[in-house]
């Protein structure tokens, strides 16, 4: 298994924090970084899965649980078996403080963000920190040599389909995670939609990578409402499977799109759900240029410092940015994004957006190696100097 990056980090928040939260897709690797950590602490951790009942079976009381583990880091899986825990958390948290206990409580780890985040936040605020744990990114994949990343982008970054013996292994573990998906854990997670429905709808967003969502198109093609078309949408990016990117509105006076752009988050998940098996058939397909800027969408944003904030920019007038970071104040970045390496120059239109919104950096990342000025503002760079430059 590759060494995940956050690993530092998340040692980091449980020496200040009694209850951290590792939130990630299903297969993301939460569970074995919750093991290394557990092996680590040896006897001071102890480890429940609540998916096995015979685990949940021993929360059947949490205080009394929780009591007799005081002096040991209790990790519990798939917290979302076991939502009544909370409130029980947040008692012993604080019995434990005024007893000086402060630290490494609980380790929780979710496979979804929505009834996680507001069940922790209306009974753990101020006791609990949040980390992501997203599939492998650009950096994390280096030890595997220079088509490492090529490999990451056609597979996607879960560790067992990037680890695959071969393509066709690859693909055959992301569908099996599709379906498993469909039929098991969107429907355990309380959601009530068809499988094949849920299934047509993902590939739709698929087809569409990149793009700005068309509600109307989408429950057309489905034959639902828009209001279906809105609690479809929620579910996959409350998975963390989907990521929505809302578009930058700061000036009233122009005419600016207001719909966000839609993105399936992992580009091996959006290869598979088309139905692309291998690099040769991806490069023939029309996809290919918006999975591309997918992948390196997600990479930045899954690398970039904690507070950061994303958006989009376009105006009816055709300025464009496809990807806005504000990383901190008076540092906004515009990035375009190319599949071009004989040509990686941003249109006319990125200039305008870029002073429209009053850009600090203008980068295009592009797959190549070299990094140039194509002007006095705007960079060429690979994606993978930015990562190493931990966004400076």
């Keep these: 298994?590759?060494?995940?990056?956050?690993?530092?980090?998340?040692?980091?928040?449980?020496?200040?924090?009694?209850?951290?939260?590792?939130?990630?897709?299903?297969?993301?690797?939460?569970?074995?970084?919750?093991?290394?950590?557990?092996?680590?602490?040896?006897?001071?951790?102890?480890?429940?899965?609540?998916?096995?009942?015979s685990d949940r079976a021993k929360l059947s009381d949490p205080e009394l649980y929780f009591s007799a583990h005081e002096n040991q880091l209790v990790i519990l899986d798939e917290?979302?078996?076991?939502?009544?825990?909370?409130?029980?958390?947040?008692?012993?948290?604080?019995?434990?403080?005024?007893?000086?206990?402060?630290?490494?409580?609980?380790?929780?780890?979710?496979?979804?963000?929505?009834?996680?985040?507001?069940?922790?936040?209306?009974?753990?605020?101020?006791?609990?920190?949040?980390?992501?744990?997203?599939?492998?990114i650009v950096t994390e994949i280096g030890a595997f040599g220079a088509n490492a990343a090529d490999r990451l982008w056609e597979r996607g970054g879960f560790p067992d389909s990037f680890l695959a013996e071969d393509d066709a292994g690859s693909?055959?573990?992301?569908?099996?995670?599709?379906?498993?998906?469909?039929?098991?854990?969107?429907?355990?997670?309380?959601?009530?939609?068809?499988?094949?429905t849920l299934h047509?709808?993902?590939?739709?967003?698929?087809?569409?990578?990149?793009?700005?969502?068309?509600?109307?198109r989408l429950a057309?093609?489905?034959?639902?409402?828009?209001q279906t078309v809105a609690r479809y949408l929620d579910i996959l990016v409350d998975l963390l499977l989907v990521r929505r990117i809302q578009p930058w509105i700061p000036n009233i006076s122009k005419r600016l799109v207001r719909s966000p752009k839609v993105y399936v988050r992992d580009s091996g998940i959006v290869h598979a759900l088309l139905g692309i098996r291998e690099k040769e058939q991806l490069l023939g397909h029309p996809?290919?240029?918006?999975s591309w800027e997918g992948f390196v969408v997600e990479n930045l944003l899954v690398a970039a410092p904690p507070g950061s904030n994303a958006w989009f920019y376009r105006t009816s007038a055709g300025a464009e940015i496809d990807l806005l970071l504000e990383l901190g104040p008076r540092k906004l970045w515009a990035i375009e994004v190319k599949r071009s390496l004989s040509s990686p120059h941003p249109s006319k239109g990125f200039h305008m957006a870029c002073a429209d919104v009053k850009a600090t950096r203008?980068?295009?990342?592009?797959?190549?190696?070299?990094?140039?000025r194509i002007d006095s503002l705007t960079q060429v760079v690979p994606l993978s100097a930015i990562l190493q430059g931990r966004f400076d």
Excluded: C
Excluded at 14 to 21: I, K, L, Q, S, T
Excluded at 203 to 214: K, V
Excluded at 287 to 290: A, R
């Design 287 to 290: 996809v290919v240029g918006p």
């Design 79 to 136: 917290i979302h078996r076991a939502p009544n825990v909370f409130q029980t958390l947040r008692s012993v948290i604080d019995r434990r403080r005024r007893k000086g206990i402060r630290a490494k409580q609980f380790l929780l780890l979710g496979s979804a963000s929505m009834d996680l985040l507001k069940q922790s936040a209306e009974s753990l605020a101020g006791r609990i920190a949040y980390l992501h744990l997203a599939p492998f």
């Design 362 to 372: 203008r980068l295009v990342v592009y797959p190549g190696h070299e990094q140039y």
């Design 220 to 226: 057309a093609g489905l034959g639902v409402s828009g």
């Design 200 to 216: 047509r709808f993902w590939q739709m967003l698929a087809h569409s990578q990149g793009q700005l969502l068309n509600a109307a």
């Design 1 to 53: 298994m590759v060494p995940r990056a956050l690993a530092p980090r998340l040692w980091s928040l449980m020496d200040r924090f009694p209850a951290v939260a590792l939130l990630g897709p299903r297969q993301a690797g939460k569970t074995t970084l919750a093991h290394l950590v557990a092996d680590e602490l040896a006897e001071k951790a102890v480890y429940l899965d609540l998916e096995l009942p």
């Design 171 to 196: 693909f055959q573990w992301r569908l099996a995670f599709i379906q498993t998906y469909l039929e098991r854990d969107i429907p355990a997670l309380g959601p009530r939609v068809p499988a094949e």
